[in-house]
């Protein structure tokens, strides 16, 4: 049996394994990845130190895979040996169930989570579903299209469903591992985009990345801001930060939206006399399906948006891993090989 080189949690908080396993053998509806890149993404702590419910180790983790097709199982012959393609969350999306039709493949009933509920893209080779599969356009190498396949295509696939038009005032809060992807994409979306970020030394960064107006909210409110530029028609949320978040409904315009994507345990703070009189709303917003991934890709490639990464090999996961969770990386992590 051949075998493959696999970067593992073996216990619940223990540390990363570089370890041997056999090659995985693709079964009915499988396909065969050969990994070249994988992105570290804060998700992967629910595995590193067992915060998923019932996870069994040991665990591989990784959920923004890109590599090239190895082998194809029964049922799969869509997709060819050699293809360039990409898993991300979607690694669950079964395709086939009421929740998945619905574009909420997180309550996928069917599926299982790649890298969380299944072994990911810290592994050599990974099988996935053949739905869940997208395809990689050849303008974007394997490090770049991987966190596509999880901060991009949630940053995307968030303002592409805002209900702004081109021209339309959209607020990107936090420049980090989403909000660097956010503002770029909502610039060549077309919108007029505020950034939004304490310290003026992110001016600079964030007006190279599109944005027509920075806000810095450590030295003004931002919400006021925003109302002074007329009122945002949505504002995106990528700093996981409930009291900040909270303070940005007020910057909202009339039936403006407010898009969560950066998650946090701690409970918002609204009055709903915040939201009635103007009609706003809240939401939060999941990344999307294999379909969604694709459309990202080819936005990005088309577009020119690009992730910012700092490139580790996979025997240094522990080193790219600790530099994600403690924010000193500009802006993704991501594991590859030659």
Not at 270 to 283: C, D, E, K, T, Y
Request: charged share 20%; net charge positive; aromatic share 6%.
């Amino acid at each position: 049996m051949a075998k493959m080189k696999v970067v593992q949690v073996s216990k619940k908080g223990g540390p990363f394994e570089n370890v041997e396993r056999d090659v995985p053998e693709p079964g009915p509806g499988q396909i065969r990845i050969h990994v070249r890149a994988c992105g570290i993404c804060h998700s992967d702590l629910y595995v590193k130190e067992g915060l998923w419910p019932n996870l069994q180790y040991p665990r591989c983790p990784g959920h923004e895979i890109a590599g090239v097709i190895d082998a194809v199982g029964p049922g799969s012959e869509k997709w060819t040996k050699g293809a360039r393609v990409g898993v991300g969350w979607a690694g669950r999306h079964c395709g086939e169930c009421e929740p998945c039709r619905r574009g909420m493949f997180l309550q996928c009933r069917r599926g299982l989570i790649t890298g969380i509920e299944i072994d990911g893209g810290y592994a050599e080779y990974v099988l996935a579903r053949k739905e869940a599969v997208a395809a990689i356009p050849d303008e974007l190498t394997f490090e770049e299209a991987a966190p596509l396949l999880c901060a991009g295509v949630t940053t995307y696939n968030a303002l592409r469903h805002c209900g702004a038009r081109p021209g339309d005032l959209v607020a990107v809060q936090g420049i980090g591992g989403l909000g660097h992807l956010g503002v770029q994409f909502a610039a060549k979306m077309g919108f007029a985009v505020a950034a939004i970020s304490k310290g003026a030394d992110k001016e600079a960064l964030a007006r190279k990345l599109g944005a027509r107006h920075f806000i810095d909210h450590g030295a003004q409110n931002p919400s006021e801001a925003l109302q002074k530029l007329g009122g945002a028609r949505a504002i995106l949320a990528t700093a996981p930060d409930s009291k900040s978040i909270s303070a940005l409904v007020d910057g909202l315009g009339i039936a403006g939206e407010l898009i969560i994507v950066g998650a946090s345990p701690e409970p918002l703070t609204i009055n709903p006399l915040q939201l009635i009189p103007g009609s706003r709303s809240v939401r939060g917003w999941a990344s999307g399906s294999s379909i969604d991934s694709e459309d990202t890709m080819r936005f990005a490639a088309l577009a020119g948006v690009r992730p910012m990464i700092e490139v580790f090999p996979f025997e240094r996961a522990t080193e790219a891993y600790e530099k994600m969770l403690s924010n000193k990386v500009r802006f993704r992590s991501v594991l590859a090989r030659s």
